[in-house]
């Protein structure tokens, strides 16, 4: 970021100078030369703002990469139609709560009990032990990848959007 804001009124300066020179100096040739100069320094100007978005701008959470176990779990919620009455990431039907975060808000042990027998307003699948432990991994590997909703954000000078305070 600072290197920026330093290099920025020196580019600047040069630039003021090029276009008096092109103004004043009606030959072809240096108002080419004018012009070339201020491609390259345009140039310059988006090559370091690529470099810093695609670099310093980017910054992944580590996330497992999903295991077997959990991509079954992501099978049997795609089947059993979870996302008909919850979200994930604010994504999904409004019946029940968000999903995203559950594992670390309230417990494997209790995710599980309303898989293993549901309650008034959620059904009882009628899951066995491992398709149970599989939709926990799917959602232990949906709660690795982030926090929703995000709670304190930080907006660079830039314009890119990081989360401050993830627990992860
Ligand atoms: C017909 C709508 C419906 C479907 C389909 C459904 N649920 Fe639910 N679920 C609910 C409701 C409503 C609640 C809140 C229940 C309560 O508090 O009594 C809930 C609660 C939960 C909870 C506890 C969440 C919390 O924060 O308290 C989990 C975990 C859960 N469901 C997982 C699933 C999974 C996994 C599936 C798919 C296999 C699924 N649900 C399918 C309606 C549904």
């Not at 990848?145 to 709670?151: A, E, I, K």
Request: some cysteine; overall charge neutral; glycine content about 8%.
């Amino acid at each position: 970021m600072e290197p920026f804001f330093v290099a920025f009124p020196l580019h600047y300066g040069n630039l003021t100078s090029v276009f008096r020179h092109a103004d004043n100096d009606a030959s072809h040739g240096s108002s080419l030369i004018a012009h070339r100069t201020i491609f390259a320094a345009l140039f310059l100007l988006f090559s370091a703002y690529s470099a810093y978005v695609y670099t310093a701008g980017t910054k992944a959470l580590n996330a497992e990469p999903m295991n077997d176990r959990a991509r079954h779990g992501q099978q049997l919620f795609q089947r059993n139609n979870c996302t008909a009455c919850h979200q994930i990431y604010g994504l999904g039907g409004y019946m029940g709560p968000d999903l995203t975060n559950v594992i670390s808000r309230r417990g494997r042990a209790y995710a599980s009990a309303f898989l293993a027998a549901g309650t008034q307003r959620m059904p009882n699948f009628h899951f066995k032990q491992a398709e149970i432990s599989a939709l926990l991994a799917y959602l232990d590997f949906v709660d690795a990848t982030g926090t929703y909703p995000p709670t304190n954000y930080h907006i660079s000078w830039l314009g890119t959007v990081s989360q401050a305070d993830d627990p992860r």
